[in-house]
């Protein structure tokens, strides 16, 4: 039961943009606070390395998640594109703006290599691509540089040079 990404922009706009662990077998995703549970079709194993890969476009109304390269369906939403100037945090959710409400019971426990962000939605072999081969489409918007990180809490910044890539 922990956030793993929440991106937030305003007081009033709760998360802009959420991924959630509810349970190993769950994954919701809030977009301009539409939810949206994702029953997967393989439970995550903790301890076993995933790829999670989840999307929204503005253009076609809809969000979606890919876990291991693999579809796990979409869901509609009504809003327009998610607006800049937020603050992303990985492994907690957000209630507020700029670390708003924090919740220690909602914290993400374990470890995220290659978190990236792209401006556009991937097609389904640049995901599986992404996941298996670790061949990364270089338009990405966001990459979590050591530069570019800020820790709280109990978390560590490891720098790597490895690919991460499912067996
Ligand atoms: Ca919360």
Known sequence: NAGFQSYCRSRNS????????????????????INH??????????????????????????????LN?????????????????????????????????LDRTQAWSGKVTNFMIW???LNETEI???AHD????????VALTGDKVELGGQARYVPTNECPMLK
Not at 134 to 141: E, G, I, L, Q, S
């Open 69 to 101: 390269g693999v579809d796990q369906g979409s869901s509609r939403y009504r809003g327009p594109a998610v607006p800049g100037g937020g603050t992303l945090v990985i492994g907690q959710e957000q209630d507020g703006p700029n670390l708003g409400n």
């Open 134 to 141: 670790c061949r990364c489409p270089r338009d990405y918007a």
């Open 128 to 130: 599986f691509d992404i």
């Open 37 to 66: 549970n994702f029953d997967l079709y393989t439970p995550i194993v903790p301890g076993v390395r995933q790829h999670i890969c989840a999307w929204f476009s503005s253009t076609e109304h809809r969000f979606g998640l890919y």
């Open 14 to 33: 709760g998360n802009d943009f959420l991924i959630f662990f509810t349970s190993p077998s769950r994954v919701t995703l809030n977009v301009q606070d």
């Open 119 to 121: 401006p556009r939605k």
